[in-house]
T-cell receptor, first 111, second 114 residues
Framework: QQKVQQSPESLIVPEGGMASLNCTSS?????YFWWYRQHSGKSPKMLM?????GEKEEGRFTVHLNKASLHTSLHIRDSQPSDSALYLC???????????FGKGTSLVVHP | NSKVIQTPRYLVKGQGQKAKMRCIPE?????VFWYQQNKNNEFKFLIN????????QIDMTEKRFSAECPSNSPCSLEIQSSEAGDSALYLC????????????FGSGTRLTVL
């Protein structure tokens, strides 16, 4: 059964700084990765997805994927206090569409 | 605002009581998931449906958990005999397809078992 590991567990960055979050799957047959953001008391909302090796940028957010190392990372530049949230990584593997979630990285951006 | 509607928002039950929660998926989404998110933020997949059919499910823990997605009615998740360890946020999510699709989550039902 696939496991998804996220690091760090928590991260504090100053406003305007860069936040870097990591996610690794345990399954060599990993297919797709998503990053979801969950603000306190709210439901998770998809932030970015990445399915192919390389990099994808949307505004202040950039995701990288290296399938050979089963690893994806999310980078948030010019971090804002509103970015403070739990960031969840999800992955599917072996053609089985049952996304497995990591335990998340709790990001705090202080003014 | 989420278009996946979950009710109730909060549910408080005593041990041994039945707990039932409902989910209306986003319009046009045939695939529905149920996840349990515990206080440590761990997500546990429970079951998913495509239309009314079960796609995958965990060994529904001692058979206390049951779920269905009847035609033209909300989906539901029911715990027959609640235990303290069932206290968690139960999240329903829907998606368009059965692969490589984003999950759209409801606001969740927070179950507290006293």
């Amino acid at each position: 059964q696939q496991k998804v590991q996220q690091s760090p567990e928590s991260l504090i960055v100053p406003e305007g700084g860069m936040a870097s979050l990591n996610c690794t799957s345990s399954d060599r047959n990993v297919d797709y990765f998503w990053w979801y953001r969950q603000h306190s008391g709210k439901s998770p909302k998809m932030l970015m997805s990445i399915f192919s090796n390389g990099e994808k940028e949307e505004g202040r957010f950039t995701v990288h994927l290296n399938k050979a190392s089963l690893h994806t990372s999310l980078h948030i530049r010019d971090s804002q206090p509103s970015d403070s949230a739990l960031y969840l990584c999800a992955a599917t593997s072996g053609g089985n569409y049952k996304p497995t979630f990591g335990k998340g990285t709790s990001l705090v951006v202080h003014p | 605002n989420s278009k996946v509607i979950q009710t109730p928002r909060y549910l408080v039950k005593g041990q041994g009581q039945k707990a039932k929660m409902r989910c209306i998926p986003e319009k046009g989404h045939p695939v529905v998931f149920w996840y349990q998110q515990n206080k440590n933020n761990e997500f546990k997949f429970l079951i998913n449906f495509q239309n009314q059919e079960v796609l995958q499910q965990i060994d529904m823990t001692e058979k206390r958990f049951s779920a269905e997605c009847p035609s033209n009615s909300p989906c539901s998740l029911e715990i027959q005999s609640s235990e303290a360890g069932d206290s968690a946020l139960y999240l329903c999510a829907s998606s368009l397809l059965t692969s490589a699709e984003t999950l759209y989550f409801g606001s969740g039902t927070r179950l507290t078992v006293l």
